[in-house]
């Protein structure tokens, strides 16, 4: 199970910062990941971390923005979000998967495992 929570309503060039807390299974092989959706648009990828060795990914259009991080004793992955833009707004979503390489990880329709979704408005 997975709870994801920290969304809110912040100006352009604020941050804010989600939280993904996990349950249950041992996550040692899994990806963490944050996808977003925007109204009237797919969900895309944000950024991921392996839960061993802690690698991380990117979308283009977060990277220098945002950081993925993790704290294993908690089992949360958090994503420091910063120099918020408008185009940001959008419901975040955690997801984790195990197996994933590294040119899957960014592919939605591999996670079998989602949490609900934190709303994220960044206002102009």
């Known amino acids: 199970q997975l709870q994801a929570c920290g969304g809110g309503l912040v100006r352009a060039g604020g941050s804010l910062r989600l939280s993904c807390a996990s349950s249950?299974?041992?996550?040692?092989?899994?990806?963490m990941s944050w996808f977003r959706q925007a109204p009237g648009k797919e969900r895309e990828f944000v950024a991921a971390?392996?839960?061993?060795?802690?690698?991380?990914f990117y979308a283009g259009s977060v990277k220098g923005r945002f950081i993925i991080s993790k704290e294993n004793a908690k089992k949360t992955v958090y994503l420091q979000m910063n120099n918020l833009k408008p185009e940001d707004t959008a419901v975040y979503y955690c997801?984790?998967?195990?197996?994933?390489?590294?040119?899957?990880?960014?592919?939605?329709?591999?996670?079998?495992?989602w949490g609900q979704g934190t709303l994220v408005t960044v206002s102009s």
């Open positions: 997801s984790t998967q195990s197996g994933l390489i590294a040119s899957t990880v960014s592919d939605r329709d591999r996670y079998d495992y």
């Open positions: 249950g299974r041992s996550f040692s092989n899994y990806v």
């Open positions: 971390i392996r839960w061993s060795g802690g690698g991380t």
